[in-house]
DNA sequence: AGCCGATCTGTAATCGTTTTCAGTTGCCGA
DNA sequence: TCGGCAACTGAAAACGATTACAGATCGGCT
């Protein structure tokens, strides 16, 4: 049983162990031009030390971090779950590392790990921001590229990858009508630009139909989506139907009606975002917007190698389209309701 | 408008731009002896320089990362998606970094990762495990401390923090005893000590109550259990209830019900593990076990902590109590049903 | 034999910090 | 006036790697 090392060796010890110059093992490890004899001295000598290189002192001297740093509110949110992931993958293929940080919208939070990456030296960033610092992230001068996602400003200075929010709320109203409603509530996030576009969208949409909107904005959290509902519920112009910008809202939705005793779509229909597997099993199963999440975080990395490879090419913004999930949640309205 | 800086400034413009010497700047940013007249100078240099200090330069000359490697299956999987989010909010406070990797559960991968944390030379590290890894992990000598979570050996050299596994799965087959239910089946995962720790508290709790036990093992897709659940409630001998051992075979359960047109828990009850916000919204309720997540990262953390004080003292294990969340899922059985 | 070029190897500079050690002040008391 | 001490400051040596440059060796050619 060999004893454990006390303290890790270097690159020294190993051009000891092997009879060599530092310079030489450094070669065999980054396939230098080294005579076959000694290579294979200096690999024996690299497996009887336990040697690993030292990563700081490799990035300190080559200038280079081989590091991406993702910036999201919370990682619990399933969607950024899944770009992580899709990030996380892409990282691995290239031989990168990840930092994940989870600003909680918050700004200070947020400005901190701004400040982090910079000091890592981080190749480039992946970031979602609040609304706060994608007003003045073009005042930040940040050393190292910026690929925005979910979140973006109309032009910015940046790439970005960004769900069409405006179309995929429209489908959902469409949809809505389609299937016989009229009076279509929208509940929103009120802190991120991605409930603004969606807004927008339900807007315009209600607008083209013919139909009055009715929005309210509210904090990103279930149970203020579920005290909305039930406070509108008990209006005298209480909606048929709701729009709901993300997942969270649609957990409130569904237990406000539960509790209310409301059926689902009986005398509530639902629609909302993001496509997670268990919308496929509550109540008559929840309509949804499927957000093409492999390729957000796919095409984020994308998008950041081909700027690190160009970094004067033009700015670019992909919008990508999500597709519509129809369940039962939001199943042909009953002329006999209300 | 200030043009960005080409490339990030060092210690040394600042120490120019300050008319000092480095050794002065580093001390000023390191709160060492200074006079307020310098310090003042540096601060203003620093400010005019927009430095930012490199922190493989750092790292390299103090040897120490101020980072910890989470390592896990798949964040995807929520247990781990909270506790990633205990474990950041943890390091945040402590001033430290995460590098957060996922297996798959592949011992290759996981390997690759073990190797980077070690070049990483990070400060410690919390990981989930395969069992290969986990079987081997005494062999590795590593150079920094690792805490075990979810998955762990009996007695191993590492601080580890778990469920209490068997007494959580035989809470579950108490009541569902309790509530009528005597054919009880079990369904865990198969590659995880996690199922089998499960599986033994599952058999041990059903031998008790002098019942049969029936477990079948599966691999840790939803797909999986709700195909065994659909051969299974064929047989004529098929299961009044079943206990399984993670979130994914609860939603395979719900959705093989839901195809077969047995109704929950009329003809079929249902217990599982990790109390998600979606289990509350399913059909009548499922009845879960809930982790404690937060505590199990935060404690990990801590672990990871006084190991690091006291390198020396014994290693812990942590066992923490899950509690039953009891829903619809498990009502009363009737006694009509069959 | 002498020279050239190809091929390998080693020396030493460098990356940006921290920290030791050795000054350099200025002040105080004698 | 001078020694001694406290308080600060700077020069230089690390940390562990990569790499430009120069030196060494050797075969082949004239």
């Known amino acids: 049983m060999s004893a454990p090392a006390k303290t890790a060796s270097s690159i020294k010890d190993v051009a000891r162990a092997a ?49 991406v740093g993702l910036v999201v509110s919370d990682i619990r949110n399933p969607f950024f779950t899944a770009v992580s992931r899709a990030v996380e993958d892409a990282a691995y293929h290239a031989g990168m590392r990840v930092i994940l940080c989870n600003s909680d919208e918050n700004p200070e939070r947020e400005e901190l790990y701004l400040r982090l990456m910079q000091e890592e030296r981080i190749t480039g960033l992946i970031f979602a921001p609040t609304r706060a610092t994608l007003d003045r992230l073009d005042r930040l001068d940040l ?47 009120n802190t991120s630009t991605t409930g603004a576009e969606r807004h927008e969208g339900y807007r315009a949409a209600m607008a083209a139909k013919g139909l009055v909107p009715a929005a309210r904005f509210i904090a990103p959290y279930a149970d203020a989506a579920e005290e909305a509902v039930e406070r509108w519920m008990a209006d005298a112009d209480r909606p048929e139907a709701f729009v709901v910008s993300n997942s969270l809202f649609l957990m409130g939705v569904v237990k406000a009606a539960r509790r209310m005793g409301l059926s689902i779509p009986g005398r509530l229909a639902v629609a909302g975002f993001d496509n997670e597997p268990w919308t496929e099993l509550v109540g008559p199963g929840l309509t949804v917007i499927e957000q093409p999440v492999q390729e957000i975080g796919r095409s984020a990395m994308a998008l950041l190698f081909e700027r690190l490879e160009q970094p004067d090419r033009p700015t670019r913004r992909l919008v990508l389209a999500g597709t519509c999930v129809v369940r039962g949640s939001t199943g042909a309205r009953l002329e006999a309701a209300d």
């Open 19 to 67: 009879g060599v110059s530092v310079a030489t093992v450094s070669r065999v490890l980054g396939n230098g031009p080294v005579s076959e004899a000694l290579r294979k001295r200096v690999e024996d000598a690299v497996r009887a030390t336990g040697y690993r290189p030292n990563l700081s002192a490799r990035r300190l001297r080559s200038q280079h971090s081989q590091t």
């Open 143 to 189: 050393e190292f590229p910026v690929v925005l996602i979910d979140r973006n400003a109309p032009a910015g200075r940046h790439d970005a990858v960004v769900l069409d929010n405006p179309q995929a709320a429209a489908m959902l109203v469409d949809h809505l009508h389609a299937r016989g409603y009229r009076r279509i509530a929208g509940l929103f996030g």
